[in-house]
């Protein structure tokens, strides 16, 4: 028997375009009324840069570029099955992929209302844009809103809260930008953010990985000094992306 997905009650989102990597940069833009934002993803992938040495000399007998496709198709496959699901949408995901998609649903179901999936953000926190989405928003039986982020983990896989920064990060940096943008829409502001961690073992229940309280606002502080950080060193880049996205995009002289 299917899982019944929570109510789907959606919030009006805004409009932001496709995601691009200009030439030559090292980060990813979204727009959104003629205006440029660095994707969060990016700005979190300068601050914490993967180092794929650390992950040989811990797994070196893996054939580490098959494991990393793997995990992608994966984790795609994973997060368009809770996207359809979560709007009451037809879709028969693989089978090879339940394992990861039944323990995720069983755990969100037990939610109110789905307010959001796939909710676009593109926003300025003191006066420093960024943009991005997040996978869910959701409500709880006693009102509070909740972002929701999908985590796929390989078999035998453990998770540690304290190795999550910058995904809890990522999520601080959503939460602000979600009560800046649609407050007037919810319920409450976002007061949690939770990462959940599927596993393909039967019977092992999802890892949550929640911020809240003053955690959650001590992760919001992380991120704008970090945002801030990064606009040091890129936003005279940004502002070049905003003038050539400005003149490819004015009116022809009549």
């Known amino acids: 028997m299917k899982l019944k997905p929570p109510i789907y009650s959606p919030i ?28 969060v993803t990016s700005i979190l992938g300068w601050k ?6 650390k992950w040989i000399e811990a797994e070196p007998d893996v054939d580490h570029d098959a494991v ?11 997060h368009y099955a809770m996207e359809q699901w ?6 028969e995901p693989l089978a090879d992929h339940l394992p990861w998609i039944n323990p995720l649903q069983e755990l969100v179901s037990k939610a109110k209302k789905t307010l959001a999936v796939e909710i676009p953000v593109h926003t300025k926190i003191a006066g420093l844009g960024y943009a991005g989405s997040c996978d869910g928003l959701m409500m709880t039986d006693n ?3 909740v972002i929701i982020d999908y985590k796929t983990k390989r078999e035998n896989k453990k998770v540690h809260s304290k190795f999550c920064d910058k995904q809890r990060t990522q999520l601080a940096a959503y939460s602000l930008a979600i009560n800046e943008l649609y407050g007037d829409q919810l319920p409450s502001p976002v007061k949690r953010c939770s990462l959940l961690f599927a596993h393909p ?34 936003g005279d880049a940004v502002a070049e992306e905003q003038a050539r996205f400005n003149r490819k995009n004015e009116a022809p002289p009549l």
Do not use: C, M
Request: cysteine-free; aromatic content about 12%; overall charge negative.
């Open 12 to 39: 009006q989102p805004i409009t932001i375009s496709e995601r691009w990597f200009p030439r030559g940069r090292d980060f990813g833009l979204y727009e959104s009324q003629g205006v440029i934002a660095p994707n």
């Open 48 to 53: 914490f840069p993967f180092d794929k040495s």
């Open 86 to 91: 979560l709007q009451g949408k037809p879709h």
């Open 143 to 145: 009102g509070d809103v």
């Open 201 to 234: 073992e039967p019977g092992r229940p999802v890892t949550v990985v929640s911020t809240e309280g003053l955690e959650l606002r001590s992760y919001q502080e992380k991120w704008l000094e970090i945002l801030e950080n990064w606009y040091a060193e890129h």
């Open 68 to 78: 990393a496709r793997e995990s992608a198709e994966r984790g795609t496959a994973v």
